[in-house]
């Protein structure tokens, strides 16, 4: 398959359907649903455009510029904004950034969110650096999920992908997450071909003698800069073929792994010591999953964005802080779902420049 090219990101109206954001779609007050009846329960807050790390995957070596403090919703906006998206029909909520643990009284922001009626399901991505002190303060406050980045255990490797990140205190996350009992714990592994393709097996092998599940995740151009290319680019077939040299694997179909996301599970054991691995792959370029997508983002600072590729263009925060009222916000929401996308087009078009922690991975 021929990869995206470097270039400017696409003006929103390419994006439209066919070329024309489609008028018609279904308005019931009490559920989300875009033109192709894809409906939405699931929102991804981003809490935060802050990082402490700098992934090679994820942003330029330099970092990007971030917002002014006061553009960023504070917990008030938050909460009001997911409660008016669970009265649509969310019921899963995932807190991810940049690196949620780096906004300032994250705890508490999931005690309110957790104490939503009708959030049945409050998790959060991290990279897992500040996890160790955090995980039963979290735990206690009601986040029920985690899924914890880690790309690698060569301690060395570790520092260079995320450009300053330390292996062991996510070691210490993972291990205090595990002690204080959440409903499930997740590695994510984003596959990088030259710099982590020979660290994945250790990754599984670590991931099953843990009895985690580990997700591995086909790199996605976004906020690509000179990384992004043919040498770091890894289709998810490879790494599955990798994967299942190793791993004698069937299609897990029990639903037993919790998340309804975009990770296709397999399930198996490895061929030589018997060890039960559970393992997702999710390819967004070559093997993408767009008729399933269930998800809505809300960006940093308010920004309600449809779909990963799409830029967005509806601040909920102006509106919010303008006064709009309920039924305002409501009928903007679902203007904006009308618009949503049939599908991303990496695999054709343009990659974005935006990072994926100024987005809301
Ligand atoms: N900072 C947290 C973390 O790293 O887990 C949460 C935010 S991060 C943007 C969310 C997820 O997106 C992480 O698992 C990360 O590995 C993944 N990610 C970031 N950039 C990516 C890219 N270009 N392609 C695929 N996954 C990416
Ligand atoms: Fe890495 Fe997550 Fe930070 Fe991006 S937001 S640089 S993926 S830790």
Known sequence: ?????????????????????????????????????????????????????????????????????????????????????????????????????????????????????????????????????????????GLQRLNISIDTLDPRKFAEVSRGGALQPVLDGIAAAQRVGFASIKLNAVTLKGLNDDALLPLCDFAARENLVLRLIEYMPIGVDAFWGPETWLPVAETRAQVMAAYALEPDESGEIPGGGPARYWRGRHRQTGQELRVGFISAVSEKFCEACNRVRLSPTGTLRECLSARGSLSLRDLLRSGATEAALTEAIHDAMAGKVEGHNYDAAVPTLESMSAIGG
């Open 1 to 141: 398959m021929s990869l995206p090219s470097r270039c400017a990101e696409r003006p929103a109206s390419s994006l439209a359907i066919g070329g024309a954001v489609r008028p018609e779609i279904l308005r019931n007050p009490f559920q989300l649903v875009d033109l192709q009846r894809r409906q939405v329960e699931y929102l991804r807050l981003s809490v935060t455009d802050r990082c402490n790390y700098r992934c090679s995957y994820c942003m330029p070596a330099e970092g990007v510029d971030v917002v002014p403090r006061a553009d960023l919703l504070d917990f008030d906006e938050m909460v009001t904004l997911t409660r008016l998206f669970v009265q649509l029909g969310v019921r899963r909520v995932r807190l991810t950034g940049g690196e949620p643990l780096v906004r300032r009284g994250i705890v508490d922001l999931v005690r309110q969110l957790a104490a939503i009626p009708g959030v049945d399901d409050l998790a959060m991505t991290t990279n897992g650096h500040l996890l160790a002190n955090l995980a039963e303060p979290l735990r206690e406050a």
